[in-house]
């Protein structure tokens, strides 16, 4: 059992015992240090907080790990280009060759730098959305001055509920139904980024995974967060299969193919995302059967040892094709052995997905006038 995942174990565990229980007393003094570090740096920086000179709106989340926010800002990016609003999207790129002198991705022409340079996700935000101008950066600040030199009308701040430095006009939460509030401790101890009453800046929640918990689980997460934030709407959304490419037609930049191309098909599944286990049930929602599975850690770099072990496993239990993640395709760009393959690699692709009520919701949201930035 690795260190993460008995960390987790604990976070989980309501009675801790023994050694256990000396462990989380030891947690539990880091979250103290943690959450006094986060309040003096969030006073430091609203304090200093600048304003750009176009609207802002954050989508970020108050707990540690995926919640999906990559697919929220394609769709309010979407949204915004489709009614003529110029949206560009700001992101820090982790891990990513850009990410401590910041730059331009996309310009909404082209894409001006390699996978490596942009991160993971601005890469294939960039592939989805071409018209989009997308910067990244750890200082936002200077990705907000390039993308206002650039026209853009709206900027869409990726992860931002946490850079206090930047105002913002709305600042969208997202919320995983399956683990709304990070087992109600901050990091270590928990996964809050911050305490719990941060919600109250919210100006809109959205729950995601919303279909994977019980109706009276997601009442619970509504009245409490109408306790932190009240008159904040909550919306629900679903992150559902929306296609599956194959590898070449999506490398092409050609998002084709129906769900019903590959239903039944015997898939074996290659990831290297935070969450295995949700990407082998979208697989299963997207009508594929999987007959084995080769998760990699989160943000993994694929070599093309790792591409022809993957192969060698699909070929042994009979898939009839090989699925990766969005995220994991564009980590693939470079290696051969895709080409090479005797069974072909497809792309499942995920989109976000409201049901209508709040989907009108959402878009009076998003065409009101912004509201006036939080202190």
């Given at each position: 059992m690795s260190l993460e995942s008995y960390v987790t174990g604990l976070m989980k565990e309501p009675v801790p015992k023994g050694m256990d229980r000396l462990v989380l007393s030891g947690l539990s003094q880091l979250e103290k240090m943690y959450f006094s570090q986060v309040e003096k740096k969030r006073t430091a920086d609203m304090a200093a907080a600048v304003s750009a000179h176009v609207p802002v709106i954050s989508v970020g989340n108050i707990t540690a790990g995926g919640t999906g926010k990559t697919p929220c800002i394609l769709m309010l990016a979407e949204f915004f280009r489709s009614i003529g609003k110029k949206p560009a999207i700001i992101s820090r790129g982790y891990k990513s060759g850009l990410e401590k002198e910041g730059g331009c991705v996309s310009d909404g022409s082209s894409i001006l730098v390699s996978q490596q340079m942009a991160g993971d996700e601005p890469y294939?935000?960039?592939?989805?959305?071409?018209?989009v101008p997308i910067f990244v950066g750890k200082d936002r600040i200077a990705s907000v001055k390039r993308a206002e030199e650039m026209g853009v009308g709206i900027l869409l701040l990726d992860d931002g509920f946490q850079y206090w430095k930047l105002r913002r006009d709305q600042d969208i939460i997202l919320i995983d139904a399956t683990n709304p509030f990070g087992y109600g401790h901050g990091l270590p101890r928990g996964l809050l980024r911050e305490p719990l009453d941060a919600l109250s800046r919210a100006s809109l929640f959205i729950l995601t995974k919303s279909d994977q918990v019980h109706l009276t689980?997601?009442?619970?997460?509504?009245e409490e967060l109408a306790r932190l934030a009240p008159g904040v709407p909550v919306l629900s959304s679903t992150h559902a299969p929306s296609k599956v490419v194959p590898y070449e037609k999506w490398k092409a930049f050609l998002h084709e193919g129906t769900l019903e191309d590959v239903r039944m098909k015997k898939a074996y599944l290659v990831s290297g995302i935070g969450n295995p286990a949700a990407f082998k049930k979208t697989a299963k929602e997207a009508g594929l059967r999987p007959v084995g599975e080769m998760p990699f850690p989160d943000h993994h770099r694929y070599t093309e040892e790792d591409l022809?072990?993957?192969?060698?496993?699909a070929k042994a239990k009979g898939a009839e094709l090989i699925v990766m993640t969005e995220k994991d395709a564009v980590k693939m760009l470079s290696l051969d052995s895709l080409a090479e393959s005797d069974i072909p690699f497809y792309v499942l692709e995920i989109a976000m997905t409201l049901p209508r009520e709040d989907r009108e919701v959402l878009e009076e949201f998003l065409h009101a006038k912004p509201q006036v930035p939080h202190p």
């Open positions: 294939m935000m960039a592939r989805k959305l071409p018209s689980d997601l009442m619970e997460i509504r022809r072990n993957a192969i060698s496993e």
